[in-house]
T-cell receptor, first 110, second 117 residues
Framework: GQQLNQSPQSMFIQEGEDVSMNCTSSSIFNTWLWYKQDPGEGPVLLIALYKAGELTSNGRLTAQFGITRKDSFLNISASIPSDVGIYFCAGQLRGDKLIFGTGTRLQVFP | GAVVSQHPSRVICKSGTSVKIECRSLDFQATTMFWYRQFPKQSLMLMATSNEGSKATYEQGVEKDKFLINHASLTLSTLTVTSAHPEDSSFYIC?????????????FGPGTRLTVL
């Protein structure tokens, strides 16, 4: 099935550092979403973006909907150990189907 | 709000048997639910869209006779893996669609780990 390209594939950072990851697509989406998945759990919604160019924050998380509607990025500031997990972007299609990114695995060291 | 549960969380079964997984929206009604499959270290792949009161819509390559979906109420969808085989072992995750101010949003269940021996 179709997937979005997400980079980097994995990140190993020190607690307190900022993190940036992005997601690109060859298709246009009207909605971009960012989810976090912990091991053995379902994804949890972090941020939803509905308009091209939109910049939205949720605590230490900031995400932007690319102006071309083909990309999005997620920033995490001042990382903490509980930020560890896999982050997925998702583009929402008509019919509310989601196409998921390949995921970014984040590891935070104290 | 927007809590979705799944049952069971883990199931181990013998090859050839059938397994039913339940997905419930606990605090909202969902006319549409989705079923995903996730293999280790991979992303979520959509299997089918479950519509309350009508037939499910399956993604290309997903066998509808093997993965039976029933969405009998606005808060419950079930996925039955029939005649399960070891290659069906995976993490199955459902989501329920909740109305939002700009677009409907999917909220995910905690997943069901299926192991077929």
């Amino acid at each position: 099935g179709q997937q979005l390209n997400q980079s980097p594939q994995s990140m190993f950072i020190q607690e307190g550092e900022d993190v940036s990851m992005n997601c690109t697509s060859s298709s246009i989406f009207n909605t971009w979403l960012w989810y976090k998945q912990d091991p053995g759990e379902g994804p949890v919604l972090l941020i939803a973006l509905y308009k091209a160019g939109e910049l939205t924050s949720n605590g230490r998380l900031t995400a932007q909907f690319g102006i071309t509607r083909k990309d999005s990025f997620l920033n995490i500031s001042a990382s903490i150990p509980s930020d560890v997990g896999i982050y997925f972007c998702a583009g929402q299609l008509r019919g509310d189907k989601l196409i998921f990114g390949t995921g970014t695995r984040l590891q935070v060291f104290p | 709000g927007a809590v979705v549960s799944q049952h069971p969380s883990r199931v181990i079964c013998k090859s050839g048997t059938s397994v039913k997984i339940e997905c419930r929206s606990l605090d909202f009604q969902a006319t549409t639910m989705f079923w995903y499959r996730q293999f280790p270290k991979q992303s979520l792949m959509l299997m089918a869209t479950s519509n309350e009161g009508s037939k499910a819509t399956y993604e290309q390559g997903v066998e509808k006779d093997k993965f039976l979906i029933n969405h009998a109420s606005l808060t419950l969808s079930t996925l039955t893996v029939t005649s399960a085989h070891p290659e069906d072992s995976s993490f199955y995750i459902c989501s329920a669609l909740s109305p939002g101010p700009f677009a409907d949003t999917q909220y995910f269940g905690p997943g069901t780990r299926l192991t077929v021996l």
